[in-house]
């Protein structure tokens, strides 16, 4: 029975559900794990509206290993692309290896019939093989960003973000990023309520946005630091419209305002006013999603103060406005 307390998003008639991962000999088993973890495992509290999951390869009669050893079984061939509403590049044997004129013909052809195509990690490689990333914003691992722009200078890397949406093509940084990518998926089609279910599962956060950075300086935190900022993170995201500064954030953490916008950047790659902001954004996209608040209630709720500054956010950061994120994402049981 469907747990009709989440009201998830229902997507619209016209989606195809059926998600297909390329699976290949030399598989990036992490990645491959996050496709099946996020669109093959059964998620009965989601409905019957959820997706279908598949795996296909070059041969199927072939045996495949995994980079790691692990043997691989797959339900079919490329010809499973041909159905596929979204095809999933988990990774590439190795971004020096060639990409079959066959699989780079496939890919073209569900591109064509309006399938949607992710990669993770080095899957781009693949991707730009087909050519159909010229003059894209994508990403790939930041080891392998200059290698991606050396092969194909037409693409539009963007090194340092965790992940790229152009639509229809979708790219995400190494490993980890692809959890966010596919969360984000989920989220364009099921809407935030439906990405926090699975986030919850996976017991990481909801949603990450695309243009934070891959890595920071620091990976692991100072114990004293996680102390500190561990409560100054729940405050802000509990206080989100109270007026925020350097001081008063400094002080709360225990720190002169040098050594905290140092120690801060530090730890999250960002500066204090940007990952306010991102904060901001985010709950602004869920009530402008599942609420029937108007722009001026939201960017009031969300620390914006006038939907005039709200907006100057969403486009500088989101390249979009409320209204339009609103019209495209809002639930449809709020659009009635």
């Known amino acids: 029975m469907p747990n009709t307390d989440l009201a998830f998003q229902s997507p619209t008639s016209a989606l195809n559900k059926r998600v297909v991962a390329l699976a290949y000999d030399g598989l990036c088993l992490f990645e491959f794990g996050i496709c099946c973890e996020v669109f093959g495992l059964k998620r009965p509290e989601m ?25 691989v079984e797959v339900d079919g061939g490329l010809e499973l692309l041909k159905e596929a509403g979204t095809i999933l590049i988990p990774g590439w044997s190795g971004i020096n290896d060639s990409v079959p004129e066959v699989l780079r013909d496939a890919l073209r052809m569900a591109h064509a019939n309006g399938a949607r195509l992710l990669s993770i990690c080095s899957g781009v490689f693949v991707l730009a093989a087909t050519g159909l990333l010229k003059d894209k914003r994508v990403t790939t691992h930041w080891r392998y960003a200059e290698a991606l722009s050396a092969r194909y200078p037409d693409l539009v890397i963007v090194p340092n973000v965790l992940y790229t949406d152009n639509g229809q093509i979708l790219t995400s940084a190494g490993s980890a990023a692809g959890i966010d990518l596919c969360l984000h998926l989920i989220r364009r089609d099921f809407g935030p309520s439906a990405a926090n279910s699975v986030a919850r599962r996976l017991v990481v956060p909801p949603h990450r946005e695309g243009g934070q950075a891959q890595f920071v300086d620091t ?46 950047e530090s730890a999250t790659g960002t500066t ?51 209204t339009r994120h609103r019209r495209l994402f809002q639930s449809t049981s709020k659009q009635t």
């Open 47 to 71: 409905g019957e509206d959820w997706y279908s999951f598949e795996v296909a390869s070059l041969d199927p009669g072939q045996p495949l290993r995994a980079s790691n050893g692990v043997r």
């Open 219 to 264: 990976s692991v935190q100072l114990p004293t630091e996680a102390n500190r900022f561990g409560p100054l993170f729940d405050y802000l995201r509990a206080h989100l419209s109270g007026n925020h500064t350097i001081k008063s954030l400094a002080a709360r953490s225990g720190m002169s305002e040098r050594t905290f916008l140092r120690r801060f």
């Open 272 to 322: 204090p006013a940007r990952w306010v902001t991102g904060l901001r954004l985010q709950k602004a996209k869920d009530l402008l999603e599942e609420s029937g608040l108007s722009i001026d209630q939201i960017a009031d709720q969300t620390g914006f103060g006038t939907a005039a500054t709200m907006r100057h956010h969403f486009r500088e950061m989101l390249g979009t406005s409320p």
